[in-house]
């Protein structure tokens, strides 16, 4: 198991006022990910409970593209990883954004 | 000068030989070892049947339980290594040279034994290319082969799986070869004399029915959201934007996706009627729906598929099923029509490189390619234009005469980034070229080479590699949809960026999709069950697609 947390600087705030969401399922080559809105508007912090190590980079890569595209000011993001691929990552984050803006 | 008859008597000789062991032409399941010890000879070159689908299995056991003593140093030239006895026969001597295309099953054995020198390997052919070279320089003297029934004269009914039979008989019966049938049963009358008995020399009664391997059905259950995003881009990105009507599709859950997207997304694009219409595909379960709500207009199928029988006999105006009702498939034929009657071939492979060169050869398994190079390469003796064959020639053009310009074929790779296991599909060197240099092979079994592929879709997005004008385009574009691969993370920013804006690679929101509408609830069926229903009863989905 490693545990990685990545830390962001937003220019805006995530919009919306969903308080917190859950997305995606806890399987293998899938994830779960809770998101909460808890922290200043201009901050990000992603943790990450992967069973898979050595993919820290990717992780980073990933977390980075999806903070530039949907600015998710005020977000504490906790993913619970089953092995999901880098794709289904992204594709589960931005549901994730899009569940808190509704 | 009895020389020009001396492969003719020597036919003659195996024949009388192997009466002996026949009533007429009929022998028992149990005679089959004496059968061929008495006709094959060390040497020979053997042909036993067994592609992707249909095994001549009751023959393959037979020929591993000969005695190596007598019969050794076979040259086996045929299209699958698939059943364990088809690799038996080299553990034990029996065999020694092996000419192939496709290893599916075996893939991972196969590569061992490959790399332990216990094969002695021709070459990894495509199912044309090997055909041609029967009637050239690999003709079998003898072909074992599979067929449903047939009658004590030899008249034999292939049934729906005519595959590879037909080109087999023609190249071993016209050129001094024995022909030995297994069949499942013998009747008095076949329904539809596929092959005429006087091409057949011996017909063996099984002991059980002949294998057929359920390759084509894909379960809409295991369709991932990826997949369903990758499917809309190519429907949207290619399909429509070439207005693709003639096709072959792969096998893989890439482009069953697209099927089940057909009658949903498809129709909501308003694209019926437009694209699609005209197939060279196995008879895939998830083109049901697409079929039974009006997209299909025909299909040639290579082979059929488990389960799919009676609903292709319900269907006689899509499918080509003779007199008697059932699929007349034939392989060779419809290798020839996706070779140079489609427009477009889209299918998956394991790696791509920088240049995109693709191979699904790996280090640890060599499953071959079947007919994905045929299908998926541009036909040079291609003489008949089409709107999307010219349009793709257009755009593939940068230098010469317009007045001679010719179309091309689009050859799509429709694949994920990462395969199982987080496995990156792009990749620096391709694992072909390693497996090319361990083992000593003069040609590195590439599946489709980089000059061939117009277009790769990943859930990125699409590069159209027609678009790119030098290597180092190329090689940007390829990154540029290469995702979070090692390969992707070391594209240039700002040139793939620049090659967006020229539309040479295209991301989902530049095409209008918007990847969270990526859902399952957009496929025409989203299980087995599901597709049986589509098809009003008459799919019969094989015992371990079954799960209600």
């Known amino acids: 198991m490693e545990t990685l947390t990545f830390r962001h600087t937003t220019k805006k705030p995530l919009s919306g006022s969903v308080p917190s969401a859950i997305t995606g399922v806890v399987a293998s080559g899938n994830l779960e990910i809770l998101l909460e809105r808890v922290l200043p508007p201009d901050a990000c912090e992603v943790a990450v409970e992967t069973p898979i190590a050595g993919y820290g980079d990717v992780w980073a890569a990933v977390v980075a593209d999806f903070v530039a595209r949907a600015q998710p000011g005020g977000l504490r993001i906790s993913i619970n990883d089953g092995g999901a691929r880098p794709d289904t990552v992204s594709l589960r984050l931005l549901q994730g954004a899009r569940l808190m803006e509704a | 000068m009895s020389e020009w008859r001396g492969d003719r008597q020597a036919r003659d000789a195996r024949i009388e030989a192997g009466r002996a062991h026949a009533q007429g032409k009929v022998v028992p399941a149990g005679s089959v070892v004496d059968l061929l010890e008495a006709i094959l000879r060390p040497g020979d070159r053997v042909c036993l049947e067994g592609d992707n689908q249909k095994q001549a299995d009751c023959l393959a056991r037979g020929l591993s339980a000969c005695d190596p003593g007598k019969i050794h140093d076979l040259h086996m030239v045929q299209s699958g290594i698939v059943l364990p006895e088809h690799l038996d026969v080299f553990e034990t001597g029996i065999a ?12 991972g054995r196969i590569a061992k034994m490959l790399y332990g020198g216990q094969i002695e390997l021709g070459a990894v052919h495509t199912y044309l290319e090997l055909f041609a070279r029967y009637f050239v320089d690999l003709t079998p003297n003898v072909a074992l082969i599979a067929g449903v029934s047939a009658d004590r004269d030899g008249n034999l009914y292939t049934g729906p799986n005519t595959e590879d039979t037909p080109t087999v008989v023609e190249a071993t019966a016209f050129k001094n070869g024995v022909v030995i049938a297994q069949v499942n049963e013998i009747v008095d009358r ?33 369709m991932t959201e990826t997949q369903i995003l990758i499917a809309m881009m190519a429907i949207k990105g290619i399909y429509a934007e070439y207005g693709i009507k003639r ?47 009006g997209w299909v207009k025909q299909i040639h199928c290579f082979g059929s598929e488990v389960g799919m029988d009676r609903y292709i006999r319900e269907r006689p105006d899509i499918f080509f099923t003779g ?38 050869i790996t280090q640890s398994r060599v499953a071959g390619f079947g007919g994905a190079p045929n299908m998926g390469s541009d036909p040079h003796g291609r003489r008949h234009p089409s ?45 072909a070229l390693e497996l090319a240099r361990k083992i000593g092979l003069e040609l590195a079994p590439v599946m489709i080479y980089a000059d061939d592929v117009t277009h790769i879709v990943t859930e ?25 691969t090692e390969v992707g993370r070391g594209r240039d920013r700002a040139k793939v960026e620049e090659l967006r804006a020229r539309g040479v690679i295209r991301r989902p929101e530049d095409l209008g999709i918007e990847p969270l509408d990526a859902d399952r609830a957009l496929l025409a069926a989203k299980s087995i069950k599901d597709l049986v229903h589509w098809s009003g009863g008459l799919y019969e989905p094989p015992a371990r697609f079954r799960n209600w």
């Open chain 2, 190 to 222: 076949v329904p539809r004399v596929d092959i005429p008995g006087d091409r057949i020399d011996f017909v063996v009664e099984a002991d059980t029915p002949f294998y057929v391997e359920p390759l084509f059905t894909r379960d809409p259950a295991a």
């Open chain 2, 96 to 107: 020694k040279r092996l000419d192939y295309s496709y290893s599916g099953p075996q893939g």
């Open chain 2, 387 to 431: 709107d999307a064959w010219m349009k793709a020639g257009r755009e593939g053009q940068i230098v010469g005469d317009p007045a001679l310009m010719r179309g091309r074929k689009l050859v799509v790779q429709l694949v994920e980034t990462f395969g199982d296991k987080l496995v990156p599909t792009f990749v620096e060197k391709l694992d």
């Open chain 2, 247 to 293: 096709l072959n599709h792969g096998i893989g859950f890439g482009t069953a996706a697209i099927e089940l997207l057909l009658p949903t997304y498809g129709e909501k694009l308003g694209l019926r009627g437009k694209i699609a219409t005209h197939w060279a595909l196995n008879p895939h379960p998830t083109l049901i729906p697409a079929i039974e709500s």
């Open chain 2, 460 to 484: 990125e997005g699409i590069a159209n590699l027609l678009l790119c004008r030098d290597a180092d385009e190329r090689e940007q574009a390829i990154r540029g949809v290469a995702g979070y």
């Open chain 2, 323 to 360: 007199a008697d009702g059932s699929l007349r498939s034939n392989r060779a034929f419809c290798q020839t029509a996706g070779l140079y009657a489609c427009d477009m071939f889209i299918g998956a492979t394991l790696q791509i490189d920088l240049m995109g060169h693709s191979s699904t």
